[in-house]
């Protein structure tokens, strides 16, 4: 089946290390997305990519990178950089055709990040 | 730039019963799309209904149903029957059309339905 999957479901990270997640979609969608999600809060846009080899910041980009390589695979890594990892992300993707989007967003299941 | 507002922070509802949450947003675009995602316990987001601000005509998807007033920039969901399975956490959300991050979350909902 088609879909968006986000790995690993839950990650635990020492203070002043990397880490990446892995969001890889069989959609052939174009455009990808990361989001942040903390409790009780809404989603904040970290960055996203309308193609390949292309990616925006988010409203939310400090401390956080992407790499868009290929069309299926958006990992996003939370750096050392980032005050405050600890959270829920949330990885999208919609259709569209080059520059263009249109159509709703179908999300992964996420990630929990905890920082100890 | 838009913005999107749901002033119910948690709501309730009898199980059967109906409940309605509110959202509104503000923007200057002419065409755009909202969208209601529902986010359970689970965490993962599942699109509810999806409206086009060109279409007149309210979206409805089986118990659920929007009322769009878009003179007013306002975008309602109803749930009828409400189920067990209905709790979840629901956003609103707001898309405009063409190039770019273009897509905004309300802070969301917290609806409980209660046996």
């Known amino acids: 089946d088609g879909g968006i999957t986000q790995s690993p479901k839950y990650l635990f990270r020492k203070e002043g290390q990397n880490v990446t997640l892995s969001c890889e979609q069989n959609?052939?969608?174009?455009?990808m997305y990361w989001y942040r999600q903390d409790p009780g809060q809404g989603l904040r846009l970290i960055y996203y990519s309308q193609i390949v080899n292309d990616f925006q910041k988010g409203d939310i980009a400090e401390g956080y990178s992407v790499s868009r390589e290929k069309k299926e695979s958006f990992p996003l890594t939370v750096t050392s950089a980032q005050k405050n990892p600890t959270a829920f992300y949330l990885c999208?993707?919609?259709?569209?055709?080059?520059?263009?989007?249109?159509?709703?967003?179908?999300f992964g299941e996420g990630s929990r990040l905890t920082v100890l | 730039a838009q913005t999107v507002t749901q002033s119910q922070p948690e709501m309730s509802v009898q199980e059967a019963e109906t409940v309605t949450l509110s959202c509104t947003y503000d923007t200057s675009e002419n065409n755009y799309y909202l969208f209601w995602y529902k986010q359970p316990p689970s965490r993962q987001m599942i699109l509810v209904i999806r409206q086009e601000a060109y279409k007149q005509q309210n979206a409805t998807e089986n118990r659920f149903s929007v009322n769009f007033q878009k003179a007013a920039k306002s975008f309602s969901l109803k749930i009828s029957d409400s189920q067990l399975g209905d709790t979840a956490m629901y956003f609103c959300?707001?898309?405009?059309?063409?190039?770019?991050?273009?897509?905004?979350f309300g802070p969301g909902t917290r609806l409980s339905v209660l046996p």
């Open positions: 959609l052939n969608h174009d455009a």
């Open positions: 999208a993707s919609r259709s569209g055709q080059g520059a263009r989007v249109t159509g709703e967003l179908f």
């Open positions: 959300a707001f898309m405009k059309l063409g190039y770019g991050q273009n897509f905004v």
